[in-house]
């Protein structure tokens, strides 16, 4: 991923449309946040790739989904005083988070084949593309999964699999853009150790955002809601009350928000490490985005997770990414 051979430039319009489809991702991966927080993903039973781009279109489609709907577990055990009206709302999100699925699809696939009908894009990058379109496959059918999971005896979805997809989500949008940012450059591999710095950087926030989909999976921000004291302690008692022990670092909600306050601060040490030896425009940046998520963390649990903030610091979680992408790019060129 990191060796690439000197090669004719790449037309600026591929890297345009990279770009696109990484933006249209990090989107994606928002209103996902939307949809889980207003509690929405299970609205839509079904899944159906092609049909299911069409939405109610009359009263009696309305009132067949919500019938379905009705079957659920969550609606059973949670929702049973639930309109009509009030379904709509919750339908709409989910819908729109499928919806924009379908789009980057092809957004991703139509341009594909014009810009290789056109001779734009050169055999050494086909695989990479290739395997962009295989995992953006594999993020559909894991969504269903996903949502599946909440179908029966739930009322809400697995935390292993929503953490599964947001990670998903999260690995296809960094390489879409490790791809783009690589395009018309030469790369090398780490040559010393504040490259290997920035390497590890890329899956250290990978994992940090598997371990916030676990947060999200469990609602564990909505309690423990002080810092930087957890339970008035810095090391809380709890944290490893289940067995096995390994069962507390995805189901126990202590534990869980504790490992997300802690690579947190991990990961805050390194970039401010990194920013040190470098003193360069993508190390400084990097940091900034740093200090800015974990500002809005921190504000988002301080506040009990209201809507607005946890999408900003879903948002910001991407941008923190992206910038990590970045900082790689320009440390292998």
């Known amino acids: 991923m990191l060796m690439q051979q000197a090669a004719k430039p790449v037309s600026h319009w591929v890297t345009s449309w990279l770009i696109l489809i990484a933006l249209m991702i990090a989107t994606m991966v928002v209103v996902g946040g939307a949809t889980r927080l207003t509690g929405s993903g299970l609205s839509i039973t079904e899944w159906k790739p092609i049909m299911g781009a069409i939405p109610p279109l009359n009263s009696a489609d309305w009132e067949l989904a919500f019938s379905k ?104 949008f960094a390489f879409v853009l490790w791809v783009a940012f690589a395009l018309n450059r030469r790369h090398h591999r780490p040559k010393s150790g504040a490259a290997w710095l920035g390497l590890s950087l890329v899956p250290l926030i990978l994992l940090q955002i598997a ?49 997300h306050r802690l690579l947190a601060y991990l990961i805050c040490v390194l970039v ?21 998520q974990i500002g809005l963390g921190i504000t988002t649990l301080l506040l009990h997770v209201p809507l607005d903030l946890a999408l900003l610091h879903q948002s910001g979680a991407m941008a923190l990414l992206a910038a990590s992408v970045w900082n790689l790019s320009r440390l292998t060129r």
Do not use: C
Request: hydrophobic share 55%; proline share 3%; aromatic share 14%.
């Open 69 to 172: 709907y009705q079957q659920s577990s969550q609606f059973k055990l949670q929702n049973s005083a639930m309109t009509l009206q009030e379904f709509e709302f919750i339908f709409w999100w989910e819908w729109a988070h499928r919806l924009l699925g379908r789009l980057i699809g092809v957004v991703f696939f139509l341009p594909f084949v014009i810009f290789a009908a056109l001779k734009m894009l050169p055999k050494r990058i086909w695989p990479q593309l290739i395997g962009i379109f295989i995992l953006g496959g594999l993020q559909g059918a894991l969504g269903w999964y996903m949502v599946a999971s909440g179908l029966v005896d739930r009322v809400s979805v697995s935390q292993y699999r929503l953490a599964a997809h947001l990670t998903l989500a999260a690995i296809i």
């Open 211 to 259: 371990a916030g989909g676990f947060v999200a999976g469990l609602d564990a921000g909505q309690g423990y809601n002080t810092w930087p004291l957890m339970e008035g302690a810095l090391l809380p008692a709890g944290l490893g009350t289940m067995q096995p022990w390994w069962a507390n670092l995805f189901e126990n909600a202590l534990t869980v928000q504790f490992d």
């Open 272 to 292: 401010l490490v990194r920013a040190f030896i470098a003193r360069n425009t993508s190390s400084l940046v990097l940091l900034a985005f740093v200090l800015i």
